[in-house]
């Protein structure tokens, strides 16, 4: 009888429930960012600022490295490391992961509506952000890392904000509303074609979806919207791709090496999507999104007309985008499997773009709609459930074991940076070991100083802190 009670309970607070673990598993990771410390790129977007200015640097940058405007822009000016803030890369990884909520909590009640509350839609975006660090499998780049973050996670916000504004747009109903939509919507898509190739393969292919459906319906306000933003990623993709700074890398950046002939970057596509289409994500995600059936069921009066579409037409824009966003890495990379920053964003469009494929599938009527069974859902919620708890068991042994001494270890030796920066202009520094620590693949960085003064991180430090060179010292 007891437990009787227990689960009455629990069914009747189990929003509360909910609410508390999910917000419990979200505690250490955000405690972890107090720990983060800059790494690698950060240093050097910052060292352009300190020789040509903060504005100065946009056009050099353009110039002499990428075309990508609109990341240039924020990596420039949102860095705390170009303003001299070593400690403001924690403040940025905090931000950012609760911006990734507010971007999905933003895309549930603009779908859902007055269907779900304001509570339950926090709660629902909560949970997809993380089940996405929980899926991602590179999760420092996803989490930690301010330069990837820039670089490609707010433009995977951009791959949400920007149809959604084209929703908003849709329905409304005064002058003002639809022009401030508009501009949205034009603003989204200036900004995504100016952030990296994968993010404008995406968005390009989202545009034709929805160019496709408005013709195919016979919707020309629909129609002019989709082509006028589509022209717009076209032109300013365009521009960015084919930047000077993009030639101009492919004589620096060692790690770029375009492809031959069309065979080899075929053999290349090919290798590439083995490797990706057997992450654990791309394997479990469909199923996993059976959970959610009843939730859809309930929000399917807010559904937007034009978003019925047939699940076969959806699973195939989704495997078109992620083939079409591994071809820009084909041509001009060598390695194996895709770069981690990258498959981190294939796997927020898997999620993402299988949950509203999901909905988008359902018949009108909601009496006509058959969810799994009770017993399947809730074996799939356990699933889920461990699945979610993984990055939060993690975050909590870094916390409690790692973070403290890797962030003491980094603090001291930025000071001798410091020291040797302001006494020794021209001097080699020479640092010891980091301690033994356990990575967990999820706060501390794939890479440390190296014994070679020419490694990546080693030049950049070096760099930023005005010293000749740095090197770790080989332990006896």
């Known amino acids: 009888m007891p437990l009787k009670r227990l689960f009455l309970w629990a069914k009747t607070h189990r929003l509360a429930l909910l609410a508390a673990g999910v917000a419990l ?46 990341t240039n822009l924020l990596l420039f000016v949102a ?50 952000a993380l089940l996405y660090v929980a899926l991602a499998p590179y999760k420092f780049s996803a989490l930690y890392y301010f330069t990837e973050i820039v670089v490609y996670h707010v433009a995977a916000w951009l791959l949400v904000l920007v149809p ?33 190739e994968l993010t404008i393969v995406l968005l390009g292919l989202v545009l034709l979806v929805g160019t496709g459906l408005s013709l195919q319906r ?37 790690a770029l090496v375009p492809a031959a002939s069309f065979g080899e970057a075929a053999s290349r596509l090919a290798v590439l999507l083995r490797y990706l289409f057997v992450e654990p994500a791309m394997l479990v995600l469909p199923v996993l999104v059976l ?24 699973a195939a824009v989704l495997v078109g985008g992620v083939v079409l966003g591994t071809v820009p890495y084909a041509l001009m990379w060598a390695r194996v499997p895709l ?20 909905w988008a599938s359902l018949p009108a009527d909601p009496q006509q709609v058959r969810v799994a069974s009770p017993a399947v859902r809730i074996l799939l919620s356990m699933v889920l459930g461990l699945i979610m708890l993984q990055p939060a068991a993690r975050a909590a042994l870094d916390l409690r074991h790692e973070a403290p001494e890797f962030a003491r270890q980094w603090q001291y030796r930025f000071e001798k940076l410091r020291q040797a920066g302001s006494h020794t202009p021209h001097s080699t520094l020479q640092l010891p ?32 802190f005005g010293v000749d060179s740095v090197r770790l010292a080989v332990p006896r």
């Open 79 to 128: 860095n705390p490391l170009s303003y001299g803030w070593l400690e403001g890369v924690q403040l940025t990884a905090l931000l950012s992961q609760l911006l990734r909520i507010a971007v999905l909590y933003v895309a549930v009640r603009v779908l859902a509506r007055q269907q779900l509350r304001r509570r339950e839609a926090a709660l629902l975006a909560a949970g997809l």
């Open 291 to 314: 959970v959610l059936g009843p939730l859809a069921v309930r929000v399917l009066p807010a559904r937007p007309p034009g978003l019925r579409l047939p699940l076969l037409l959806s």
């Open 164 to 196: 959604l504004a084209v929703e908003r747009l849709h329905r409304a109903q005064s002058p003002f509303s639809r022009k401030a939509w508009g501009l949205a919507a034009v603003l989204g898509t200036v900004a995504a074609a100016g952030a990296n």
């Open 433 to 464: 070991p980091l301690p033994p620590l356990t990575n967990r693949m999820l706060f501390i960085p794939p890479d440390d100083l190296s014994p070679m003064c020419g490694f990546g991180v080693n030049t950049r430090l070096a760099t930023w």
């Open 25 to 70: 598993a979200w505690l250490p990771l955000l405690a972890l960012c107090f720990y983060n410390q800059p790494f690698l790129c950060d240093f050097s977007v910052s060292t352009d600022v300190a020789n040509h200015g903060l504005w100065g640097a946009q056009p050099y940058l353009f110039l002499n490295w990428s075309g990508r405007y609109f």
């Open 339 to 358: 770069i981690p920053r990258a498959t981190n964003i294939m796997v927020w469009w898997w999620l993402l773009g299988w949950i509203v494929a999901a």
């Open 218 to 254: 016979r919707q020309w306000f629909s129609l002019r919207v989709w082509v006028g933003l589509g022209l717009l990623l076209l032109f300013f993709g365009t521009l960015s791709v084919l930047a000077p700074g993009n030639s101009a890398r492919q004589e620096l950046d060692g």
